[in-house]
C-alpha cells in the first residue's frame, strides 16, 4: 500500500499553507489574542468560500468532492497555524446543518461529559451519543453511536439555561460546561462515523502542531547563540531536536493510514501518537527557546496549550486505548 502524498494533494497542502499564511498569519493570529476569543465570522466565510468546510460533499450538493484524507491534509494545515474555532464540528456538519458547508454558520460540538467550545458564539451545536467505551454525562441526549444537530430556539434555551462558561486554559478556546438536559434536534445518520472521522481530524491538527513545533525548535537552536556558537551545536538540543523529528513523523504516519482505511483502531492509535507528538514536542520546544519560551510573547506556548486542549477532546488517551484493546480481543 503506498501512502505517498499525489501531486494533487501536495498541491492541496500548499494551497491551504498558502490561504491560511495569508488569512491567519502570526500578525492575525496575534491580534486574534490580544482582541478577545470571538469567532472571527469573516475568516470563517473565507474559509467557507475556500471550501474548507465542503470539501467531502459531493460536487452536485456544491461541494469539492474530495475524501477523508485530503481532509487530514487541510486539518494538519490548520493545526500548523493554530487556526481557532470548531473547525471540526463545522466541518462535519457541512450539509447536514444549513449554512456550515458555506462558512455562515458555526457549529460546536458537545461530547458526553466534556466541556463544549466556542458555544456562545455557535449557531449549531452537534452533539454526539456517548462513545461504547464512555459513560453518558450530564447533557447528553442521543443513544450510543447516534448524534444529532440542535439549533436555533432548543440551543438558544441550552446556552441560556443548562450551560455556564468554565476557565479554559486555552486563551483561543472559550469553554462551556452543559449540566442540564439538552433539546430536540435533528437526528444525523453515521453517528459512530463522525465520532470517528473527528477523532482523525483531531489527530491531525495535532500532526500539524507537533510538525510546526519541531521547526521552531530547530530554527531557534540554529539562530541562538551560547558561548559563541549556536545552541543547536549541543549535542544536548540536538537529541532534543531529533526526537521531536521522531515523534511527528512516528505520528504522521499512523494518521495518514488511518486516513486511508478509516478504520476505528487505527484512528486510535494514531489519536494517541499525535496526542503525544503535539504535547511532548510543544514541550521539548519550550525547552529549546529556554526563559523565552516561557514569555507571552513566544507562540510555543500557545501550541502545548492548545495541544493539551485538543487531547481530551474528541477521544481521550483512556478512551482509545480501551478501543485499542478491544480490537485485540
Not at 501512502?3 to 498558502?18: C, M, N, P, Y
Request: hydrophobic share 45%; aromatic share 4%.
Amino acid at each position: 500500500m503506498d501512502f505517498q502524498l499525489s501531486d494533487d494533494q501536495r498541491a492541496l497542502r500548499a494551497g491551504v499553507r498558502e490561504l491560511l499564511a495569508g488569512r491567519f498569519g502570526r500578525d492575525r493570529m496575534r491580534a486574534a489574542l490580544d482582541g478577545g476569543t470571538g469567532i472571527d465570522r469573516a475568516l470563517w466565510r473565507e474559509l467557507g468560500e475556500a471550501g474548507f468546510f465542503a470539501l467531502r460533499l459531493p460536487e452536485t450538493e456544491g461541494g469539492v468532492g474530495l475524501g477523508l484524507p485530503e481532509s487530514v491534509l487541510l486539518f494538519e494545515e490548520a493545526g500548523r497555524s493554530l487556526l481557532p474555532g470548531p473547525l471540526i464540528a463545522t466541518h462535519l456538519a457541512a450539509g447536514a446543518v444549513k449554512g456550515a458547508a458555506e462558512g455562515e454558520t458555526v457549529v460546536a460540538v458537545l461530547d458526553a461529559g466534556q466541556p463544549v467550545g466556542h458555544l456562545g458564539d455557535a449557531d449549531g451545536l452537534l452533539v454526539l451519543g456517548p462513545g461504547e467505551a464512555r459513560t453518558p454525562g450530564p447533557g447528553s441526549g442521543p443513544e450510543p453511536g447516534e448524534a444529532r444537530a440542535v439549533t436555533g430556539g432548543a440551543l438558544r434555551d441550552v446556552v441560556r439555561e443548562a450551560a455556564r462558561p468554565v476557565r479554559s486554559l486555552d486563551p483561543f478556546t472559550p469553554l462551556w460546561r452543559v449540566t442540564g438536559p439538552v433539546g430536540p434536534g435533528e437526528l444525523l445518520s453515521g453517528g459512530a462515523r463522525l465520532r470517528d472521522e473527528g477523532a482523525l481530524l483531531a489527530a491531525a491538527e495535532q500532526l500539524g502542531s507537533a510538525a510546526r513545533t519541531t521547526e521552531m525548535a530547530v530554527q531557534h537552536a540554529g539562530e541562538r547563540e551560547q558561548f559563541g556558537s549556536p545552541i543547536g551545536s549541543f549535542q544536548a538540543v540536538k537529541h532534543l531536536c531529533a526526537g521531536m523529528l521522531v515523534r511527528a513523523e512516528l505520528a504522521r504516519s499512523a494518521v495518514y493510514a488511518a486516513a486511508v482505511t478509516a478504520d476505528r483502531a487505527e484512528i486510535a492509535g494514531a489519536k494517541l501518537l499525535a496526542d503525544d507528538a503535539a504535547v511532548r514536542n510543544a514541550r521539548d520546544c519550550l525547552q529549546v527557546h529556554g526563559g523565552m519560551g516561557f514569555t507571552w510573547e513566544a507562540d510555543v506556548h500557545l501550541h502545548l496549550k492548545r495541544a493539551w486542549l485538543r487531547s481530551g477532546q474528541w477521544l481521550t488517551a483512556a478512551a482509545a486505548e480501551e478501543a485499542l484493546a478491544a480490537d485485540l480481543c
